[in-house]
């Protein structure tokens, strides 16, 4: 049975490697750093350039497809050749963590594909895993039929994990736009890191 949005992390992940994979990740990380929240280092792994906007000290950015920004991309599955390159590159910048925290959207096809390349990834640094997972809406089957392919073996995966299904964000926050709920629900996150 899937735990929702009132699970906590468990451990310590002040001095992690943030890795924020597709648009939710990235959101998240977006949110979480204007909350004064980084890691020891932040990677962030999208499509395209164009949708990596998180800069600064410690930002690693790679984009599978670099500048291109054809739109049918968006509807098109990862290949193999970019699950490849995503691989190699998370090794790169991971290498040596002690600590990973990971942060993506199930159900699109970057989170969903490269989430758990990120995830095997990290343990075969022996690293200990966190990671946040948001989970699409009931009335969006299609994503939700990926999301339920990909949640077993990342939860496997992890020594902390943190479930928001976004069906939960209309009981939790039900006058707020999406956008200020995720918000809101980033804060509590950012200060739970804080505590660590």
């Known amino acids: 049975m899937m735990e929702g949005t009132a699970q906590k992390l468990a451990h310590d992940y002040t001095d992690a490697v943030f890795v924020a994979v597709g648009g939710c990740g990235i959101n998240t990380i977006t949110r979480l750093r204007k909350a004064g929240i980084t890691g020891s280092k932040t990677v962030c792994i999208s499509r395209f350039e164009g949708e990596l906007p998180v800069k600064g000290e410690g930002v690693v950015n790679f984009a599978l497809l670099g500048k291109k920004s054809d739109p049918g991309c968006y509807r098109v599955p990862i290949s193999a050749e970019e699950r490849a390159d995503a691989e190699k590159h998370?090794?790169?910048?991971?290498?040596?963590?002690?600590?990973?925290?990971?942060?993506?959207?199930?159900?699109?096809?970057?989170?969903?594909?490269?989430?758990?390349?990120?995830?095997?990834?990290?343990?075969?640094?022996?690293?200990?895993?966190?990671?946040?997972?948001?989970?699409?809406?009931?009335?969006?089957?299609?994503?939700?039929?990926?999301?339920?392919?990909?949640?077993?073996?990342?939860?496997?995966?992890?020594?902390?994990?943190?479930?928001?299904?976004?069906?939960?964000?209309?009981?939790?926050?039900?006058?707020?736009?999406?956008?200020?709920?995720?918000?809101?629900?980033?804060?509590k996150l950012a200060e739970e890191i804080k505590r660590g």
Do not use: S
């Open 90 to 187: 998370i090794r790169e910048t991971i290498k040596g963590a002690r600590k990973v925290l990971l942060f993506a959207g199930l159900g699109g096809f970057t989170g969903t594909a490269i989430a758990p390349v990120a995830a095997a990834a990290a343990k075969a640094e022996g690293a200990m895993l966190g990671m946040v997972i948001t989970y699409p809406f009931k009335l969006e089957r299609k994503r939700r039929e990926l999301a339920d392919k990909a949640y077993p073996g990342l939860q496997n995966l992890a020594d902390d994990f943190v479930l928001r299904r976004n069906d939960d964000l209309v009981h939790l926050c039900p006058e707020k736009p999406m956008n200020e709920a995720f918000g809101l629900l980033d804060l």
